[in-house]
């Protein structure tokens, strides 16, 4: 490599910044006992990177995105908001709200339904001072919590719990609404019972169809389908303890509609609620079973029959003749706070 190094005092009369006026760092020497200066110049400065307007512009277009996303989501969910208060209804399903009872592709199939829910719905067992009540109830919880009708229990000195799998438990009774024909029982050391999920009976529409699951006549587990046939029937039931199942002498529960007494005399201590109408199926012990839409989600509590058997000769005409009715599992969500708080009436 070749080296060039200058004497003491040839810098004296030359510009310290050399040729290209390029400030070097350094004054020159003009003293002997100096060193000379390096033999190469100073690496100059890294220049500051040039602007990228592009990745400027990317970036604002991102923020722009971001900010239109995020007003568009606070739009449409007022927009959702109000639409359900001037609706009064909840139409708009939040998603991530749990998983479907019934997959897409099987809704509305029987057999899935049936599959899906036959492990919520239970047979009830009550034992009366003169006698025994069959019916039906509903899993809400996990731990046991069974809803079911008041009338199946009403009265009852001690009650028995049977499964869809054949356990059996003993069973306690929480709370009983007799106004809207509701009581809230919970099974004794019960753990991991699949419970049913509540549906909305607002959204119920005439020509729904629907799948009644119940234990009529202590078959327990049993299945019918068919479509809702009316909605807000008036329908009036007993609320006195000694009007309980079977006083229509056939098992079914007394009732009254538009004027008439059916099943039986309701007596004088009664209350009247708006029942969803059913032709799917219904006979005695299907009291307090689960009436479910194509969903898989329970519509309605089964309340109550008409039975032909008092007009029929003989006890063997009894049975279902498409005119059941059932309790809007709306009005069971509003009445589980009272139920679970221990009220009785």
Known sequence: MTESFRRSGEYEDEDPRGPSGQQYGYPAP???????????????????????????????????????????????????????ELTGKSDVTATGAGTPVVPAGKKGDVAAIAAAVSPSVVEVNATLAGGSSTGSGVVIASDGEVVTNNHVIAGAQSVKVRTSDGHSYTADVVGTDSSKDLALIRLEGASGLKAASLGDSRGVQVGDSVVAIGSPEGLTGTVTSGIVSALDRDVTVPTDE???????????????????????DTGSSTTTYKAIQTDASLNPGNSGGALIDAAGDVIGINSAMFSSSQQASSSSDAGSIGLGFAIPVDTVKSDLAKLRSGGRN
């Open 242 to 264: 000694g009007q309980t199942q079977g006083q229509g002498g056939d098992g079914t529960w007394p009732f009254q509609f538009g004027g008439r007494q059916f099943n039986g």
């Open 30 to 84: 003009v003293h002997p006992e100096w060193p000379p200066p390096p033999p190469y110049e100073p690496a100059a400065a890294a220049p500051l990177p040039e602007p990228e307007p592009q990745r400027k512009r990317t970036r604002g277009s991102v923020a722009l995105l971001a900010a239109v996303a995020i007003v568009a989501a606070a739009v449409g969910g007022a927009t959702a908001y109000g639409f359900q």
